[in-house]
């Protein structure tokens, strides 16, 4: 329960306090900027969180450090900063005023042309150049998946991430290094647990000030928006225009952020990012790394959350899929009431899911990999990076002493109009050995399970014959062909 109420947010903007109070709950970060502050260097491109050219740093407290992470600013709101710092690329010079080892090195390296991308690179790579000290090329194309450049290429500007890792960031080269201790003070004066509440003429922005005063504030208001990341809701705004109002923000909430790794498995709660989800689950499903990398850009993944790909219900959502396969369960909040239901039952249909109102998605449990079990998952898109899946694959096998299949789960996204299971396949296989033969049975049936749309990202026909030859793609790497998946090791081989 919020132990007392404000009528404003407060966060750092660069170096001056703000104190911001009477804005329209869809009035996003980018148009404030530009508009308010007149702060220009952060520009518009696609307004959808695709390009990166608005990107700019937001710190904040996380388990007592203070991180900072590239976000689009087109699609974050301003409701969402409370107790934040928002760093743009007018403040990444250094205390002197000369350039900063990112800016002078994309200079050096040629690794600007028209220079409507750059300020959102530097952003970016800022980000990586003062959270990781020795970036490898993988390291540095991850930071940059986010933003678009369509006249340089990329090659000079990667050289000038690691002509900057050269330079060791410090108090006289940064400033954000330099007032590193006053930033953490004041983030944790304003973080006072305080209930937010912003009126304006177009509707009102609540920010709870924990777990439990969400619960209560959304039990109170069962049709608000609640939005964790905005990777989704932003676009409600910017492309369709709807009203979101009343929204309430939980990105903040230390309750939904938190993350356990156990023998068992991995407890995510509904709030941690993509990022942050990446360690813990890679840990124990390292199977998962290539999907991982390619949700969204650096950006969509600093600000995307587990929970919010879960809660919105997109049957081409790419974290539903391979969680159903591994046998998830979500656990969800109402008031004080919690209730637990396996994550594939949570899907009814096409935007439905087993949610009543005024109840929450409140974390996430993925049971551990099971002795000897196969696991991998694919996602089919039109380019490879930074878009949104035409399909999406997970498989889980496990055999028994004989090399018969004695359990099968397989879910996909994008061939129904919810993230859904392969039962009829999954039948195909079960009990019968793991063999070509069973593999070719099993994969026809997929017909029965499912009735693929057609639309601009795929048609119906190829989506099922992808769905197909993904089983046989998945059997091969099992029998070792070429592969990106190993099997877990049972106890005796580990």
């Known amino acids: 329960m919020a132990q007392s109420h404000r009528t404003s947010i407060r966060f750092i903007l660069n170096e001056q306090t703000v104190e911001l109070s009477g ?83 994309m200079v050096d ?9 750059t300020p959102g690179i530097v952003a970016s790579l800022h980000g990586l150049w003062l959270s990781d000290p020795e970036p490898t090329d993988a390291d540095i194309e991850r930071a940059l998946q986010g933003n678009l450049c369509r006249c340089t290429g990329y090659e000079p500007i990667v050289k000038a991430a690691q002509a900057a890792a050269r330079t ?49 504030l959304y039990e109170a208001h069962p049709n608000a928006t609640i939005v964790a990341g905005s990777t989704d809701v932003g676009l409600w ?12 923000h939980i990105s903040h909430l230390d309750g939904l952020r938190q993350m356990s790794i156990e023998e068992t498995g991995v407890t995510l709660g509904a709030g941690v990012s ?53 046998n998830a369960a979500v656990t969800l909040r109402k008031g004080s009431n919690r209730r637990t239901v396996p994550l594939e039952a949570f899907f009814i249909e096409y935007g ?10 409140e974390s996430v449990f993925v049971p551990a990999l099971e002795d000897g079990a196969f696991f991998s998952v694919y996602k089919i898109s039109k380019r490879r990076d930074e878009d949104i899946s035409a399909l999406c694959g997970a498989f889980f096998v496990t055999l028994d002493d004989e090399g018969l299949v004695a359990s099968a789960r397989i879910a996909f996204g994008g061939m129904a109009g919810t993230p859904k299971r ?27 399970d499912y009735q693929p749309l057609s639309d601009w990202r795929a048609s119906a026909d190829y989506r099922m014959l992808s769905a197909q030859n993904l089983m046989i793609r998945f059997f091969l790497e099992t029998c070792g062909a070429p592969v990106r998946i190993q099997r877990h090791p049972t106890m005796e081989e580990a």
């Open 23 to 105: 804005f329209a709950p869809d009035l996003t970060l980018l148009d404030w900027l530009r508009l308010e502050r007149r702060l220009t260097g952060t520009k518009e491109g696609c307004a959808e969180g695709d390009c990166g050219a608005c990107t700019v740093l937001v710190g904040r407290i996380e388990n007592g450090v203070l991180v900072y992470e590239s976000v689009n600013a087109c699609i974050r709101f301003v409701g969402s900063l409370d107790a934040t710092h928002v760093v743009t690329v007018e403040h990444l010079n250094r205390p002197d005023g000369a350039l900063s080892a990112v800016q002078q090195a």
């Open 109 to 117: 390296n040629h690794g600007s042309q028209c220079g409507f991308c």
């Open 168 to 216: 060791i960031p410090t108090a006289d080269n940064d400033r954000l290094v330099a007032a590193h201790d006053t930033t953490i003070t004041t983030l944790n004066e304003m973080a006072d647990g305080a209930r937010v509440t912003i009126e304006h003429k177009s509707g009102t922005t609540l920010i709870p000030g924990d777990v439990d005063d969400l619960a209560e």
């Open 237 to 248: 705004v910017t492309k369709h225009m709807r009203d979101i109002s009343p929204v309430i």
């Open 274 to 326: 993509y990022t942050s989800a990446r360690m813990a689950l890679l840990a124990l499903f390292p199977q998962l790394e290539e999907l991982w990398d390619r949700i969204g850009g650096e950006q969509v993944r600093n600000m995307g959350t587990v929970g919010g790909n879960i809660a919105n219900g997109s049957p081409i959502g790419d974290t539903p899929p391979p969680l159903i396969a591994l």
């Open 352 to 361: 439905k899911q087993d949610r009543q109102p005024g109840e929450f998605v």
């Open 422 to 448: 392969a039962a009829k396949a999954e039948a195909a296989l079960i009990g019968q050995a793991w063999s070509w033969e069973t593999i070719q049975t099993a994969r026809t049936t997929l017909a029965q």
